[in-house]
C-alpha cells in the first residue's frame, strides 16, 4: 500500500495563479483531511471531508476550495494564490472515528507551496 | 477553544538518556490524544495513539501517559539514539463525527552521538 499520497511535492506560484493539489490513498479510509503547517504556529486544519461528496470547513478556510468526488481522492484548490499561503500543506486520513481504533490519522509527505 | 502546548520548544540530549516530552491542553474534555514524528522536510508519523479512557499506551522505547484532569500528557523516550532525532507533535481530537485534530507546535529533539 502507497497509504498517502500528494502531488506536487514542490509548487512556486506568483500572486494571483490558480493550483490544485491532489492527495490520494488506498487505504478505504472515509475520512480525509487538509491542514498547513506554518513555523510556530503548528499544523491547522484548512477544510476535511467524512464522506464522497461532502466537505467541510476547517479553523483556516477562506482562500481553499476542496472537492471529493471519489472516496480516494481530497483535492484542495487555491483559485487566486496570496503571499500568505505560502507554507506546507499536508493531507491526512482516517477511518470512521465510531470504529473500534478508528481515529489514528495517516499524513502524507506534504507539499511545499511558495507564492510569489 | 482548545489550545495545546508543547514545551519545551527544543531538546538536546546526549545518547543512551532517558527523556520526557511535555504536552498540555486547556480543555480536558477530549476524545483522544496522538503523539506524532515528524522528520525534517517529511509528513508526520504516527507513534501511539492515547483514547480519553486509557492512562497509557506503549511502543517498544516509547510510553505516553495521559492524565485528562490536569490536562496533561507525556512521552517517555527510553535509552536515546541519534534515530530519535526529529520534531514531536502532540494533538488532541475533540471527539463527535470529524476526528478534527488540535495540534502543539512541537518539540524539536536532537540526541548527540
Known amino acids: 500500500n502507497a497509504g498517502v499520497t500528494q502531488t506536487p511535492k514542490f509548487r512556486v506560484l506568483k500572486t494571483g495563479q490558480s493550483m490544485t493539489l491532489l492527495c490520494a490513498q488506498d487505504?478505504?479510509?472515509?475520512?480525509m483531511y487538509w491542514y498547513r503547517q506554518d513555523p510556530g504556529m503548528g499544523l491547522r486544519l484548512i477544510h476535511y471531508s467524512v464522506g464522497e461528496g461532502t466537505t467541510a470547513k476547517g479553523e483556516v478556510p477562506d482562500g481553499y476550495n476542496v472537492s471529493r468526488l471519489k472516496k480516494q481522492n481530497f483535492l484542495l484548490g487555491l483559485e487566486s494564490a496570496a503571499p500568505s499561503q505560502t507554507s506546507v500543506y499536508f493531507c491526512?486520513?482516517?477511518?470512521?472515528?465510531?470504529?473500534?481504533?478508528?481515529?489514528?490519522?495517516?499524513f502524507g509527505p506534504g507539499t511545499r507551496l511558495t507564492v510569489l | 477553544k482548545q489550545e495545546v502546548t508543547q514545551i519545551p520548544a527544543a531538546l538536546s540530549v546526549p545518547e543512551g538518556e532517558n527523556l520526557v516530552l511535555n504536552c498540555s491542553f486547556t480543555d480536558s474534555a477530549i476524545y483522544n490524544l496522538q503523539w506524532f514524528r515528524q522528520d525534517p522536510g517529511k509528513g508526520l508519523t504516527s507513534l501511539l495513539l492515547?483514547?480519553?479512557?486509557?492512562r497509557e499506551q506503549t511502543s517498544g522505547r516509547l510510553n505516553a501517559s495521559l492524565d485528562k484532569s490536569s490536562g496533561r500528557s507525556t512521552l517517555y523516550i527510553a535509552a536515546s539514539q541519534p534515530g530519535d532525532s526529529a520534531t514531536y507533535l502532540c494533538?488532541?481530537?475533540?471527539?463527535?463525527?470529524?476526528?478534527?485534530?488540535?495540534f502543539g507546535t512541537g518539540t524539536l529533539l536532537a540526541v548527540q552521538p
Open positions: 487505504m478505504n479510509h472515509e475520512y
Open positions: 494533538a488532541v481530537e475533540k471527539g463527535g463525527a470529524t476526528n478534527k485534530l488540535i
Open positions: 491526512a486520513s482516517s477511518r470512521n472515528s465510531f470504529l473500534a481504533g478508528g481515529n489514528e490519522q495517516f
Open positions: 492515547i483514547q480519553s479512557s486509557q
